[in-house]
């Protein structure tokens, strides 16, 4: 099989965003070296020649079967290729990473492979959502990808932070790992933990409040944050990267302190019944906190 030098480059990379935990993972990988192929990104490079048993000898890597055999084979004799830095990576990629597709500065992937519930392996939900991530050094779009199970009554959805079944889908079940280091607010806005963990810090010791958080996190990151998502705004389209809608707003932050708080508690095996504003847009994070102490939590 013959295959363009920067075509391997993108086929590794999208190796290490998708893990292997990922359920469909060759087949989101490969969706993303079509859309390299058909934006013109790969052949402008120089070729390798990787001998593999794949019938399909075409130019160019276009369906799972290819792209897990040449990954195979590339890895076992061309091994140089991974020896990128992550800044190496991110900066060779950064064109890529404004795309319409799921290969963003952070891929978000699934509490596990198998359901919590049965064991079943899970199916991927193809398409992600793109929330607005808040990160320690500023802010950047990530894509989050939704796993279900087909096997439990229940129908189990699964991401990042939390699943959901189909006997209330307000009603969310936290993973309690501790290695986590995104927590998901919704499908639109994420926060790092270690930034969230920061801002507990700061509360507790200097007095702050979520509104001073805020404005100094927007004016430290200001230039950084406008020259980021811009660049996602001129190939994405999308109404929450667009403008400044993406500054950290009080809101915001507050119902994304609070319920990581409040979810961190080891008696929420339960799960945690979400309640919105009468407009629907916002999390009632008073009514969650009085919910919870009634049934004899205490927070803090």
Not at 54 to 72: I, M
Not at 80 to 106: H, I, N, R
Not at 162 to 169: A, L, M, P
Not at 181 to 210: P, V, W
């Amino acid at each position: 099989m013959v295959v363009y030098s920067k075509e391997v480059s993108y086929l590794i990379y999208a190796c290490k965003k998708f893990e292997e935990r990922q359920p469909n993972r060759w087949q989101l990988i490969s969706r993303f070296m079509q859309g390299s192929a058909s934006n013109g990104e790969i052949g402008n490079s120089f070729k390798y020649v990787v001998p593999t048993d794949c019938e399909d000898e075409k130019l160019g890597l276009y369906t799972a079967r290819q792209c897990q055999t040449v990954y195979k084979k590339v890895k076992l004799e061309y091994p140089y290729v991974f020896d990128k830095s992550p800044e190496e990576e991110e900066t060779l990629y950064s064109s890529w990473c404004t795309a319409k597709d799921g290969l963003k500065p952070f891929i978000l992937l699934p509490l596990s492979a198998n359901c919590l519930l049965c064991s079943a392996r899970l199916t991927a939900i193809s398409k992600p959502s793109f929330p607005i991530l808040y990160t320690e050094k500023g802010v950047s779009l990530a894509a989050s990808y939704t796993s279900e199970c087909r096997k439990c009554d229940k129908n189990p959805r699964y991401n990042c932070s939390f699943y959901t079944t189909n006997e209330d889908r307000n009603v969310r079940f936290y993973s309690q790992d501790e290695t986590n280091a995104i927590f998901l607010l919704s499908g639109q806005t994420a926060f790092e933990i270690n930034f969230l963990e920061r801002c507990t810090k700061e509360l507790d010791i200097l007095g702050a409040s979520f509104e001073g958080l805020c404005e100094v996190y927007n004016e430290t990151f200001e230039d950084m944050n406008h020259i980021r998502m811009s660049a996602f705004a001129s190939t994405f389209g999308r109404s929450n990267v667009c403008g400044k809608t993406w500054r950290m707003a009080e809101d915001r932050l507050q119902e994304a302190w609070f319920l990581h708080r409040i979810v961190k508690l080891p008696e929420l095996r339960d799960g945690i019944s979400l309640k919105y504003s009468i407009e629907g847009h916002h999390l009632d994070i008073e009514s969650v906190c009085q919910d919870v102490n009634e049934v004899g939590f205490r927070y803090g």
